[in-house]
T-cell receptor, first 114, second 112 residues
Framework: DVKVTQSSRYLVKRTGEKVFLECVQD?????MFWYRQDPGLGLRLIYF???????EKGDIPEGYSVSREKKERFSLILESASTNQTSMYLC?????????????FGSGTQLSVL | KQEVTQIPAALSVPEGENLVLNCSFT??????LQWFRQDPGKGLTSLLL???SQREQTSGRLNASLDKSSGRSTLYIAASQPGDSATYLC???????????WGAGTKLIIKP
């Protein structure tokens, strides 16, 4: 069974901390994505990557960075966490073959910044 | 700019009914459209993917249709069950980039 695994289900951090959210996929997918989901705002794309060491900004990249050193792993970094980054963070992956590009999601990380 | 709308925002129906969820989009130049399901506090599960050249896709009790010219997709759920209760989201991909444009979702409650 295909799988996207996010390292933490719940995370509580303090303002100013550096936060790492990890995502691993086992489907050999080229594309990986980080979204945040907030009530009333829906899903918003933070960053995505279509290859190792490649990254592209999404709609709301401010305050975030990403790292993709290996094909299967895509990390989201909050350089200095702030309370407005409290949210559900969702990682997803898909094949580069656009004919088969169903998006597969992890279970999400609920991050609270105090 | 593409916009995706899902109406209604919430729907409650008795178990056993057939129902239709709606998704509309403003720009018909799409590459594909996906329907997802999200259970509370969980990630999303892809249900059906329709390519722009297709009119419908079926999986079990689910049938998704696509009418590009009118900018609409529907998700038909037959013989609904309490386990179908979830939020259903649609997402549209345009031709030009990797990004999906998301609807806000329809929260579906199936009453036993």
């Amino acid at each position: 069974d295909v799988k996207v695994t996010q390292s933490s289900r719940y995370l509580v951090k303090r303002t100013g901390e550096k936060v790492f959210l990890e995502c691993v996929q086992d489907m050999d997918h080229e594309n990986m994505f980080w979204y945040r989901q907030d009530p009333g705002l829906g899903l918003r794309l933070i960053y995505f990557s279509y290859d190792v060491k490649m990254k592209e900004k999404g709609d709301i990249p401010e305050g975030y960075s990403v790292s993709r050193e290996k094909k299967e792993r895509f990390s989201l970094i909050l350089e200095s966490a702030s309370t407005n980054q409290t949210s559900m963070y969702l990682c997803a992956s898909s094949s580069l073959d656009r004919a088969w590009e169903k998006l597969f999601f992890g279970s999400g990380t609920q991050l609270s910044v105090l | 700019k593409q916009e995706v709308t899902q109406i209604p925002a919430a729907l409650s129906v008795p178990e056993g009914e057939n129902l239709v969820l709606n998704c509309s989009f403003t720009d018909s130049a799409i590459y594909n459209l996906q329907w997802f399901r999200q259970d509370p506090g969980k990630g999303l599960t892809s249900l059906l993917l329709i390519q722009s050249s297709q009119r419908e896709q079926t999986s079990g009790r689910l049938n998704a249709s696509l009418d590009k010219s009118s900018g609409r997709s529907t998700l038909y759920i037959a013989a609904s069950q309490p386990g179908d209760s979830a939020t259903y989201l649609c997402a549209v991909r345009g031709d030009s980039n990797y990004q999906l444009i998301w609807g806000a979702g329809t929260k579906l409650i199936i009453k036993p």
